[in-house]
């Protein structure tokens, strides 16, 4: 069980290159996210996902897509790196949504750390 | 949407209960309030959460006033490794969880 998976733990991209962020997770988890965290600062919700085929915009979606065509994965694509977007990503999953009366704790991946030229 | 105000920065010494406040004036009534922490840049790490009454395990227990307007999360023994950054969180909506910035605790020897 190895929980919550990212990859790659470090990248490096130019201005203008796509690259897609890789999260896994196998809990068999319904909900997954995105969060990013610049330096000093908390985290802020990119994209989420309630289960496979639904996705939503969090507070910063803008330069970032996701889908979710699985259950275990939720990839995080940029189609035009801007250096704006240098910063640490962190996936996550819960069995369920914050808000689901059942509340479970969401389970974090180690981040991805995302430098853009 | 509930917000939160936390202190940025906190000291305690090893060995001493370290008292994290939280204010949350507009909480509603049904929702909850839940602490993450964050170690050095390690994904955040659930601590304890709650909605009415005092709640403990084996991490932390979390005192929340009568009109809920604020918290306090206490680790009631601080060692070095509880330095991190704490999150105290107020469910956004049904589907969010919105973090702040959180506040910076420092536990000295």
């Known amino acids: 069980n190895a929980g919550v998976t990212q990859t790659p733990k470090f990248q490096v991209l130019k201005t203008g290159q796509s690259m897609t962020l890789q999260c896994a997770q196998d809990m068999n988890h319904e909900y997954m996210s995105w969060y990013r965290q610049d330096p000093g600062m908390g985290l802020r919700l990119i994209h989420y996902s309630v289960g496979a085929g639904i996705t939503d915009q969090g507070e910063v979606p803008n330069g970032y897509n996701v889908s979710r065509s699985t259950t275990e994965d939720f990839p995080l694509r940029l189609l035009s790196a801007a250096p704006s977007q240098t910063s640490v990503y962190f996936c996550?999953?819960?069995?369920?949504?914050?808000?689901?009366?059942?509340?479970?704790?969401?389970?974090f991946g180690d981040g991805t750390r995302l430098s853009i030229l | 949407d509930a917000k939160t105000t936390q202190p940025p920065s906190m000291d305690c010494a090893e060995g001493r209960a370290a008292n994290l406040p939280c204010n949350h004036s507009t909480i509603s009534g049904n929702e909850y309030v839940y602490w993450y922490r964050q170690i050095h840049s390690q994904g955040p790490q659930y601590i304890i959460h709650g909605l009415k009454n005092n709640e403990t395990n084996e991490m932390a227990s979390l005192i929340i006033t009568e009109d809920r307007k604020s918290s306090t999360l206490i680790l009631p023994h601080a060692t070095l490794r509880d330095t991190a950054v704490y999150y105290c969180?107020?469910?956004?909506?049904?589907?969010?969880?919105?973090f702040g910035t959180g506040t910076r605790l420092q536990v000295f020897p």
């Open positions: 969180i107020v469910r956004a909506d049904t589907d969010k969880l919105i």
């Open positions: 996550a999953s819960s069995p369920y949504p914050p808000g689901n009366g059942i509340w479970q704790p969401q389970h």
